[in-house]
């Protein structure tokens, strides 16, 4: 089941960061926002500048002004099957051209047919 949510999460953000040009929802003019994805075990505010934001994983300290995550392979690998899994960007106008493009928003709508696909794909491998 762990690796059935993680390839579906990996599938999710695969999604979300297709750019409009290759049949996604992401704009891309300059790649920094694709650029800007992140991730984390837990419930985390990638864009918030407040001081409980300002300490990253195992209490180090961040010197960028803020949280800004991990990439999703090591967020994979820390996570538990029960633990949540944030992902985000840490572009200034990522909340932006989320409100305009909706590129999570539609990626995640299709989660319980990915997560359906990926166990599809799993149990023909014959894992169990």
């Known amino acids: 089941m762990l ?22 929802h992401m704009p891309v003019v300059t790649g920094f926002l694709r650029a800007s994805f992140t991730s984390a075990v837990g419930d985390v505010n990638f864009t918030a500048r407040t001081p409980d934001t300002l300490v990253g994983p195992a209490g180090v300290a ?12 090591v ?3 820390q996570a538990g099957l029960e633990d949540t899994i944030t992902l985000g960007w840490v572009a200034n106008y990522a909340r932006h051209a989320e409100y305009h493009h909706a590129f999570m928003d539609l990626a995640l709508q299709r989660w319980p047919q990915v997560v359906q696909q990926v166990a599809r794909e799993a149990f023909s491998r014959g894992a169990r």
């Not at 690796?3 to 996604?24: H, K, L, T």
């Not at 002004?65 to 999703?72: D, K």
């Open 62 to 73: 961040n010197t960028h002004g803020g949280w800004i995550g991990q990439p999703l392979g």
């Open 75 to 77: 967020t994979l690998a």
């Open 3 to 24: 690796a059935v949510r993680n390839e579906s999460v990996e599938r999710i953000a695969e999604v979300a960061q297709r750019p409009i040009g290759a049949g996604g």
